[in-house]
């Protein structure tokens, strides 16, 4: 049996290959490339691309792709063929430079925000060097960047680089502040743990709205849902198990080092978690991750659903951040230290943290913002809408005697002094989990909680490190021109928690009390994508943005644009889907129940001239549904195609929220009642008993 340790990372062109197959000055060149980002030569271009397509044609590929990842949250590629005619009439295998460094997709039919006409096709690809090339499928996938034939974004890669560029170098700055001068770089890392679900492929194939928008629109409640709580943790079906050892191999033959599977709290609830990397890798490892979860699945009669909220009654699925900062040297700049010095760089690391979540409410629940999300936010298995940060006791305990020059309670009596020896020496790990909180410190990282399962992580990270990289720059421009910088350095971290402490939150964030309590502290609570979205557009956070060159101004409104379109798009189809179901599915169904009942019921009558009391209620119930259901579809497509005539995308996404949505849940409620009282073998789809309890 082949080991682990043989084929983990066989089909990435990584560091071992490289060293393998390039020459030393090519390779330290490249290495130059990825560690620092100097610019690559052609030479040393043409050098990787030989080397390149000499190892993928030796691991069975034909193909090679920029792999890229556009505004629809998912990812695209284009194959070309390494053959090219040669003149004797047959083919030879070639790839240059040229070919490595730059593609040219078609760009037309990708969103771009009215950044461009959709009649202009041309759109470029740019090679990412450092996220290595790995071959899926007989293909070599290079991972790119996509931009316009004007030079504007159009994906969620460019924006990322940038993002953790800026916050490289505002950091460097205040290292340097603390007389370190070796650190060449800064990189956020993050390892983003993958919730998911698995149902039976041919009960999946008989649910149009799980094809058609990846949730159930209908379904009553289970007679058992998660209330025993015997699933989290619990022992893994077989099926379940060898699916989970087949995804395990095929990511690690890709590099993707995934640690962690378990039985989450849901049934038919999965979770996955890797090993941190550094942020932009860690971005394309998980929507690769995505790809692979899905395929793999279909090879064991299963589908992998990555929707947030996919059954109602049950939690849905999220997909947890971990967030740090390090630097080249191998220092975590949000861990812990053991010295005065080491502990007052952490605290100033955190206390921009703290300023930059406050500042940015807005731009971080907009970066997590979809249709699908916006079902799981706040609704008692997921943090809610509101922002806020979990210190723990002891951290939040020493940040208020900081703050108020007071003695602190745990080991040190003295009043603090940052700079000095009378600060504490903090614990690795000083604090309970607290599995409610939007964004909790835990112990040398940050965990992000709101992000859907479904989503691309490189929304999150962009605007998390951008604001992140505002508040250093803001702390680095005050501290330089400081006389005395250890004094200037502890009333600037006195100052930000006082102004910021608002947004520490250590209780319950599940605790209706906390909405109220949030709102007394001036909280936003954006409850809905079509809330929160639009706010990146306020001032504030275009300046900030742009000024850190994360976007461009006309970037930043095309984002909002392309997120509210998707937004009504999902909706929409949602709407639609939930009208054919009713009008071709349900109502037949319910409507021939019925009428076979009464034809029981009349029977029964004529046979023994008996009230049939049963019989009678349930016909008549089943009778009222109908109408019930006929009318809430009839309002339901009249709200469709009130939403067609909206031209404004604001508006529309606004009627999506106040019209849709309710009408959605309003042509549910009788559907959902409908299917209690139907006999099981008339009901025409898998019902959720079926869906959660299927899978063997």
Not at 254 to 282: D, F, M, R, S, W
Not at 430 to 446: C, H, I, L
Not at 481 to 504: S, V
Request: charged residues 25%; negative net charge.
């Amino acid at each position: 049996m082949e080991k682990i340790t043989e084929y983990f990372g066989s089909m990435v062109f990584d560091e071992r290959v490289m060293k393998a197959t390039l020459s030393e000055k090519v390779y330290k060149s490249l290495k130059r490339t990825i560690d620092r980002g100097v610019p690559l030569d052609s030479s040393v271009a043409d050098a990787v691309a030989a080397a390149m397509k000499d190892w993928a044609i030796e691991k069975g590929a034909t193909h090679y792709t920029h792999w890229f990842q556009p505004e629809t949250g998912a990812t695209a590629e284009k194959h070309d063929s390494f053959i090219s005619p040669a003149p004797d009439g047959r083919v030879i295998m070639e790839f240059s430079g040229k070919e490595l460094v730059k593609g040219e997709p078609d760009a037309s039919s990708f969103p771009s925000g009215g950044l461009r006409a959709t009649f202009e096709a041309r759109g470029y690809t740019a090679w990412d060097p450092t996220s290595y090339a790995f071959i899926k499928d007989g293909t070599l996938y290079i991972p790119t960047a996509f931009c316009s034939y004007t030079g504007e974004a159009l994906d969620k890669k460019v924006p990322l680089l940038r993002s953790m560029e800026a916050l490289n170098r505002q950091a460097l700055r205040i290292l340097k502040l603390f007389g370190n001068d070796t650190v060449r770089s800064i990189k956020t890392s993050v390892g983003p743990e993958q919730e998911y679900f698995l149902v039976d492929a041919e009960m999946y194939n008989k649910r149009k709205d799980l094809i058609m928008s990846g949730r159930t629109l209908f379904g009553a409640k289970p007679p058992k849902g998660q209330e025993m709580e015997d699933h989290y943790f619990g022992s893994i079906k077989t099926k379940v198990a060898e699916y989970m050892a087949d995804l395990d191999r095929e990511l690690w033959k890709l590099g993707i080092l995934a640690k962690t599977k378990h039985n989450e709290v849901a049934p038919a609830q999965h979770e996955l978690a890797p090993i941190y990397k550094t942020t932009n890798i860690a971005a394309d490892h998980n929507q690769l991750t995505m790809e692979v979860m899905k395929k793999v699945a279909e090879k064991h009669g299963l589908v992998c659903l990555l929707h947030e909220k996919p059954f109602a009654g049950v939690n849905g699925s999220g997909k947890h951040n971990n967030w740090s900062i390090s630097t080249d040297t191998g220092v975590n700049l949000l861990s812990p230290g053991e010295t005065p010095y080491e502990n007052a760089q952490f605290l100033l690391f955190l206390a921009a943290v703290i300023k930059a979540v406050d500042d940015y409410q807005d731009l971080l629940r907009l970066s997590v913002a979809t249709a699908g999300n916006d079902h799981r936010l706040g609704a008692n298995e997921a943090p809610p809408a509101v922002i806020s940060i979990f210190l723990g006791d002891e951290l939040t305990a020493i940040l208020e005697a900081i703050e108020t020059d007071s003695p602190y309670g745990g080991t040190v009596k003295e009043k603090m002094k940052l700079g000095v020896d009378v600060l504490p020496e903090f614990s690795k790990d000083t604090t309970d989990r607290n599995r409610t909180s939007p964004f909790a410190f835990t112990g040398n990282k940050f965990e992000f909680r709101m992000l859907g399962s479904s989503n691309s992580i490189s929304c999150a990270n962009i605007h998390l490190n951008a604001a992140v990289a505002e508040s250093l720059r803001q702390f680095a421009d005050e501290l330089e021109g400081a006389a005395d910088f250890n004094t200037a350095l502890h009333e600037l971290i006195r100052r930000t928690i006082k102004d910021h402490k608002r947004i520490i939150f250590n209780g319950n964030g599940y605790d209706d009390s906390w909405i109220a309590e949030a709102e007394k502290r001036g909280l936003s609570n954006l409850k809905t994508t079509a809330d929160c979205m639009p706010k990146i557009c306020d001032k504030k956070n275009v300046d900030m943005l742009t000024s850190h060159g994360v976007f461009t101004e006309a970037e930043i409104f095309s984002r909002c644009d392309i997120m509210l379109d998707n937004y009504v798009k999902q909706v929409r189809i949602e709407a639609n889907t939930m009208v054919d179901m009713a009008r071709r599915e349900i109502l037949p169904a319910v409507m021939k129940y019925a009428a076979d009942t009464a034809s029981a019921m009349a029977a029964k009558k004529n046979a023994a001239e008996v009230a049939c009391k049963y019989e009678a209620r349930t016909v008549a119930e089943l009778s009222a549904l109908t109408d019930s259901i006929d009318l809430a579809a009839a309002d339901l497509e009249a709200a469709v195609d009130k939403l067609d005539s909206i031209d404004n995308i604001l508006e529309a996404s606004a009627f999506v929220r106040d019209t849709l949505l309710p009408d959605m849940d309003a042509l549910r409620a009788p559907a959902d009642k409908a299917e209690t009282l139907t006999s099981e073998e008339y009901w025409p789809f898998p019902t959720y008993d079926k869906l959660l309890f299927g899978v063997r």
